[in-house]
């Protein structure tokens, strides 16, 4: 633990300091010291790096924090606070690895995410491999037409009564979605019955 301590000596002035590259090469060698041996660090060493990470990815550039984001997308334990304020970084380039792959980021996160941020991060959240009914509530009733395809290919993904009936009704306008909610498991009787007399009847008019 000698060179995190190091490294940790030298926050104060890697903060203070006014050369944004000088910022980013503390903070890959703050993150490379952290991947080494994630699986050995305690709870109190992870919330150190949490606080160290996030005090210096303030000011760096957008290409040094999707770098950063990237490290550590696929860590499981990676510090909670910082990898939420990437996940919500209005940047895709920071967020979308994050918000499709992270096992840090909870689904209230998620949800904000889904709530406020581009189609691209919504797109991005579509492909994780667990999506919840609430998350996917707003990801099917926000998203475009790529976001609702996406999350309704998506085999880990639930939905609750809500989800498929904005499915379904947007399956009216939408042949490639209404293919892909039609052949999806598990969707009730009611909604493919719906599904199929709306085709039927977009079949009788044309």
Same mark, same amino acid.
Request: with cysteine; glycine share 4%; charged share 30%.
């Given at each position: ?9 030298e926050l104060e002035i890697a903060i203070s300091h006014k050369d944004i590259a000088h910022r980013a090469e ?33 000011e760096v550039e957008v290409s040094a924090r999707a770098a950063f984001g990237q490290r550590l997308a696929n ?5 909670? =606070? &910082?990898?939420? @304020?990437?996940?919500? +970084? ?9 918000? !499709?792959? #992270? ?25 994780? =491999? &667990?999506?919840? @009914?609430?998350?996917? +509530? ?9 976001? !609702?395809? #996406? ?56």
């Amino acid at each position: 633990m000698t060179e995190q301590r190091n490294l940790i000596d030298e926050l104060e002035i890697a903060i203070s300091h006014k050369d944004i590259a000088h910022r980013a090469e503390t903070l890959r060698r703050v993150t490379d010291l952290f991947v080494l041996g994630s699986t050995k660090y305690s709870g109190e060493q992870i919330a150190l790096f949490d606080d160290v990470m996030s005090r210096l990815v303030d000011e760096v550039e957008v290409s040094a924090r999707a770098a950063f984001g990237q490290r550590l997308a696929n860590v499981p334990n990676a510090p909670s =606070k &910082i990898m939420r @304020e990437l996940a919500l +970084d209005n940047a895709i380039e920071v967020a979308g690895s994050i918000l !499709a792959h #992270s096992e840090q980021i909870d689904n209230g996160t998620l949800i904000e995410g889904a709530k406020t941020k581009s189609q691209e991060h919504l797109l991005a959240i579509s492909r994780r =491999k &667990i999506l919840t @009914e609430d998350v996917t +509530d707003v990801l099917v009733d926000r998203g475009n037409k790529q976001v !609702a395809l #996406s999350t309704a290919k998506n085999p880990g993904a639930a939905f609750s009564e809500f989800g498929y009936s904005t499915l379904v009704r947007r399956s009216k306008d939408d042949d490639k979605l209404a293919l892909c909610v039609w052949s999806r498991a598990g969707i009730p009787r009611q909604h493919l019955l719906k599904l199929f007399a709306e085709a039927s009847e977009s079949v009788r008019l044309t």
